[in-house]
């Protein structure tokens, strides 16, 4: 099941005032550069953080490959420039962005290695990447009431995720994705010459405890990690 066949409540699930989003996305937002050129938003979803960025001052083109998010994206936000298709296969030329921003996105695509190719390809020299992913640890482990957290999967391979998760009144949505090790991710920035920069594992803050007190948990152990990394000038060897 993806996305697509989701649409109706990723949205509604997305839009929620107590998601995570709402109270990480600055955290992330600190880590990205000042407007400078075009930004390409990967994986936009329904659109809420092309919005927040061009609130910003970014100019941005957002991509998702979900027709239904795209529509819904574009009547939230009619001036914004939104196109259908896949992180593997960006349909833009080389060195067309001075920003790649993907938040949440780049474990659900069936092929991460080749989306990070993809990004490096369309960033102009110098340009940047700033990306947020479901922490790889996160998603190794189950957690033994909200104080103890017990790995038991084979962190260094590649595997299948399937989870499915409801709120009340917004119902369940099935996430499924692949669990890549950090390695992986650093190899992939390798390969496609982007030099990581920053990194940060934020933890849940007061006021998202306080509105779902079971986040607490995600104060001794992170949800999420985001970074940035920077396209060389000069191709590695």
């Not at 997305?14 to 998601?19: E, I, K, L, Q, V």
């Not at 050129?37 to 092309?50: A, W």
């Not at 991509?63 to 833009?92: C, I, K, M, N, Q």
């Not at 991710?185 to 079971?214: Q, T």
Request: charged share 25%; hydrophobic share 40%; proline share 8%.
């Amino acid at each position: 099941m993806s996305f697509e066949e989701q649409a109706a409540t990723w949205i509604a699930w997305a839009r929620r005032p107590t998601d995570a989003y709402w109270f990480s996305r600055e955290t992330f937002f600190e880590l990205l550069p000042p407007p400078r050129g075009p930004v390409l938003d990967l994986g936009c979803g329904e659109g809420r953080v092309t919005r927040d960025l061009r609130a910003r001052g970014y100019d941005v083109t957002a991509l998702d490959a979900s027709p239904t998010l795209l529509e819904a994206a574009r009547a939230e936000d009619p001036g914004g420039e939104y196109v259908l298709g896949r992180a593997e296969e960006l349909p833009f030329a080389d060195a067309s962005f001075s920003l790649v921003v993907s938040y949440n996105a780049l474990m659900d695509v069936d092929e991460m290695p080749d989306a990070i190719a993809e990004i490096g390809r369309v960033l102009e020299p110098r340009g940047v990447l700033c990306a947020c992913i479901t922490h790889p640890m996160a998603d190794s482990g189950t957690w033994d009431g909200d104080e103890r957290y017990v790995v038991d999967a084979r962190y260094l391979e590649r595997r299948r995720f399937e989870g499915t998760f409801e709120r009340p009144g917004v119902g369940a949505f099935t996430f499924r994705g692949w669990i890549y090790p950090l390695e992986a991710y650093s190899r992939a920035l390798e390969a496609a010459d982007l030099a990581l920069e920053a990194l940060r594992e934020p933890g849940a803050s007061e006021p998202e405890i306080a509105v779902n007190p079971r986040a607490a948990r995600w104060r001794l152990f992170p949800n999420f990690l985001m970074f940035r990394a920077a396209k060389r000038a000069t191709p590695q060897p």
